[in-house]
């Protein structure tokens, strides 16, 4: 899980708090007048200033928990107007709780809500944490806080908490939220094996003290199920999105309180069992593949240097090589194209006709342009991740399933219900129609397997690993079969491998191995001179830049052009790296042209840490975003960029 899905507060030594936002008063208020009573969410002060960063020119050794003493009286006025409003609870959310810790962060809670504690009289306060399991020393602070009465806990991601609260206890008189209901994934509750827990906790905190819960906020599923009209009964009946898990939460509590709601109960019991034994969830051949491909290890036999070499006299390329990340701009036409064709208003061969002349345009205008490595531009693709799940078995689509992503974007992640397999070749056809169009190699385009999964809600009946070595199956038959074709570029985009990467640092090395190490299994079986590119959105990379080598690929292009000093202290701190590599030279986030000078700056900033004959020269990421009109300037200084450089490195 990522937490740079947030607008990164930077703070520094200078900084004056004050209250500005009401919206939380507000919005108890709106709420109240329309007779609803609400908890007010306010994110707790200790975990704000841990999910910060320095600003700019801050001194590294300055610590955002100095910041505590200034913050916390701005916080005294919130709750003030809160309590005033009538709020009877507040919610902080403390989700850093779940991190590795250490003594001085710990302390900081122990503090903010000592110091916080007169402010909160007379309220209840709850403290939630979620995502992971809260560290036993993490507990113990988060249950000895003052004035705090309530403390929320993930149950779900957090599969060793019930353990804990078990082998510590719990305080006496406070209560114990228990998020039992998966607030991230979009499957139906297992409603008895939830009650068994809902009951274990009950001995423990008492009845009058355990409120049912999600185990994080509803902020990451879609709203509701009714909504959608496309998937079949079956399916639905294993699915809850945010309605159906409030109602699961309401008949949890009701169940221990009142009396079980026996039909609910059994409903889903009968659901639960349906999906277990589902001949659409398991294929047994897929499920023999993929765990035979983990125990042995999957390496190209040739060093990437000498493959480098056998590439380069099969693609003779130039110095510096020009190349770009995929996507071209996604025309309003294009939209129309892939939509009327989808309604089937226009046949199979007048979208292929449309296709491919979109296609021929994009090879034509990357050969004017003069780029070396040419891509056909992925017309034909909605989206990276769901492009691929719609010709994979295993997955389903949700057609009203919006979760919000990055502040104000949404994204609607495919479902992968069951094992996965590649009934037929899902690019080739349009790879190879755009190598016939030209000379110059075109680069094959895939989605890896990392990145499919971690944009997918998972399935929760399988471990994250073994459905993502399955993808890597159907990937690696992909490769091939381009190999085949005669693609002999082939990128296999990695752009969410770091957003999969757990919280917990004892967890994070398992990750990236298995990551890793599906990312290979796509791209080892291939020649020599076949060259694997990978693309990867985020630059903020130096931490696992060990597991990037360790992918293995011949050419890595990366988002670098927002923070490319952070990305060249790497090298210059002495990383070794033999494989090709493309920083990304300028933003595409942004519609400012960048001028050639600006590159070429780029460019040589990069040269000064890294080898010349491993330098790759493209933007930092696909352009669908932009216009022709943006893109086309944008890459011609790009180009003369790196052919002014070529020059110059051959003069020198
Ligand atoms: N190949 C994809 C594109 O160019 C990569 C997108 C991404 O990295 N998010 O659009
Ligand atoms: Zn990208």
């Known amino acids: 899980m990522d937490w740079s899905h947030y607008i990164v507060p930077e703070l520094g030594p200078d900084l004056k708090f004050s209250y500005a936002s009401h919206k939380t008063v507000a919005e108890y208020k709106e709420a109240k007048e ?28 300055f610590s955002l928990l100095s910041l505590l003493q200034k913050i916390i009286p701005v916080y005294k006025e919130v709750v003030s107007e809160l309590k005033a409003a009538g709020a009877t609870w507040v919610q902080f959310d403390e989700p850093t ?14 503090d903010a809500y000592t110091q916080l504690e007169e402010s909160l009289h007379g309220l209840n306060v709850l403290v939630e944490t979620y995502f992971a399991d809260v560290p036993s020393d993490a507990y113990r602070v988060v249950t000895g806080l003052r004035g705090v009465s309530a403390i929320g806990f993930d149950l779900v991601h957090g599969e060793k908490t019930l353990k804990l609260i078990q082998n510590l206890g719990f305080p006496p008189n406070k209560y114990l939220f228990a998020g039992v209901v998966d607030g991230r994934n979009i499957w139906a509750n297992d409603l008895s094996a939830s009650l068994r827990t809902l009951k274990t906790l009950e001995g423990i905190a008492g009845k009058e003290k355990l409120v049912v819960s999600t185990s994080c906020s509803l ?20 699915l809850a999105f945010a309605a159906q898990k409030i109602m699961e939460v309401n008949e949890l509590a009701k169940a221990l309180r009142v009396e079980k709601n026996e039909a609910f109960f059994s409903a889903n019991a009968v659901a639960q069992a349906s999906r277990k034994s589902s001949p659409r969830v398991n294929d047994k051949a897929v499920q023999e593949a993929a765990s035979a491909l983990m125990g042995s290890d999957h390496q190209r036999p040739t060093p990437v240097t000498s493959r480098l070499d056998a590439q380069q006299k099969k693609l003779n390329l130039p110095i510096l090589p020009t190349t770009t990340i995929g996507s071209f701009p996604q025309t309003m036409d294009l939209r129309r194209i892939r939509r009327e064709y989808k309604e089937s208003k226009i046949s199979e061969a007048e979208y292929v006709k449309a296709i491919k002349e979109e296609i021929s345009k994009v090879v034509q205008f990357q050969e004017e342009l003069d780029i070396d490595v040419l891509v056909h531009g992925e017309p034909e693709r909605n989206d990276m991740v769901e492009y691929f799940g719609e010709q994979l078995k295993g997955f389903a689509f949700t057609v009203n399933g919006w979760v919000q992503s990055y502040g104000s974007r949404c994204v609607k992640p495919p479902i992968i219900y069951g094992d ?7 690019t080739v056809f349009w790879s190879t129609a755009a190598q016939s169009m030209t000379t110059r190699p075109i680069k094959g385009m895939l989605t890896g397997p990392v990145t499919i999964l971690n944009w997918s809600f998972v399935r929760n009946d399988r471990l994250r690993f073994e459905t993502c070595y399955q993808i890597a199956l159907a990937m690696k038959n992909e490769v091939e079969d381009l190999e085949a074709a005669g693609i002999s570029v082939i990128q296999i985009d990695e752009a969410a491998l770091r957003e999969g990467l757990p919280l917990r640092k004892s967890e994070q090395a398992f990750y990236l191995d298995w990551a890793v190490h599906a990312f290979r299994i796509t791209s080892c079986y291939v020649k020599d001179t076949t060259q694997i590119h990978t693309h990867m959105c985020y630059s903020n990379f130096n931490d696992i830049i060990h597991s990037i080598i360790d992918m293995d690929a011949d050419v890595v292009t990366i988002e670098n052009s927002r923070s490319a000093e952070k990305l060249l202290s790497v090298f210059r701190e002495g990383v070794r790296y033999h494989a090709g590599i493309g920083p990304g030279v300028y933003d595409i986030h942004s519609p400012r042209i960048p001028s050639t000078e600006e590159i070429g700056d780029s460019i040589n900033k990069m040269l000064a840490v890294l080898e010349k004959n491993v330098l790759w020269v493209n933007p930092d990421c696909g352009l669908k975003t932009r216009k022709f009109s943006e893109v086309k300037p944008a890459l011609a200084n790009m180009v003369a960029a790196a052919q002014l450089l070529r020059t110059q490195l051959a003069s020198a």
């Open 97 to 110: 709780l779940v991190l590795d810790l250490d003594s001085d962060q710990l302390k900081a809670f122990t």
């Open 420 to 426: 996965v397999s590649r009934p037929k070749p899902m």
């Open 219 to 238: 902020l990451h599923t879609p709203v509701d199920l009714v909504n959608e009209t496309k998937l079949d009964s079956e399916i639905k009946s294993w």
């Open 34 to 61: 329309l007779g609803i009573e609400t908890i007010p969410v306010l994110i707790g002060p200790v975990s704000y200033l841990l999910l910060s960063k320095l600003a700019e020119g801050v001194e590294i050794s």
